[in-house]
């Protein structure tokens, strides 16, 4: 077990809840921005390569390789059906919002 990843970790979570109390960042703690593209597109990219580990899975089972079993390969491309899925809902959503945003009297 990794000790020191346990301690950043429950020093982040003491510093967010610190900022959600109103009390400001920690002084030890350094501010971080993230932009919604940045985050956008990490998230889509991650998509992305489970769909090229299913698929690359998949061809190597189909070409014999000994190393590959079926139940690896339904796995992952469980998982990458479902991160697909969940991108698709999540781009619905997106959509739903703005089309009511845009509908709203002003």
């Known amino acids: ?3 020191s990843g346990v301690d ?3 020093a982040e979570m003491r510093s ?3 900022v959600a109390q109103g009390g400001g960042a920690p002084k030890a703690a350094a501010i971080t921005t993230t932009d919604f593209a940045s ?3 990490s998230s ?3 998509v992305a ?3 090229n580990h299913a698929e690359t899975m998949q061809k190597a089972f189909v070409l014999g390789d000994d190393k590959v079993s079926l139940s690896d390969v339904m796995i992952d491309m ?3 059906n479902i991160s697909f899925q969940t991108t698709v809902q999540v781009r619905n959503k997106v959509i739903a919002a703005y ?3 845009m509908n709203m009297q002003v």
């Open 8 to 10: 950043s970790l429950l």
């Open 39 to 41: 985050v956008l597109k």
């Open 99 to 101: 089309n009511d945003i």
């Open 44 to 46: 889509l990219d991650g």
């Open 49 to 51: 390569q489970t769909q």
């Open 1 to 3: 077990m990794n000790v």
């Open 16 to 18: 967010a809840i610190a």
């Open 78 to 80: 469980q998982k990458a």
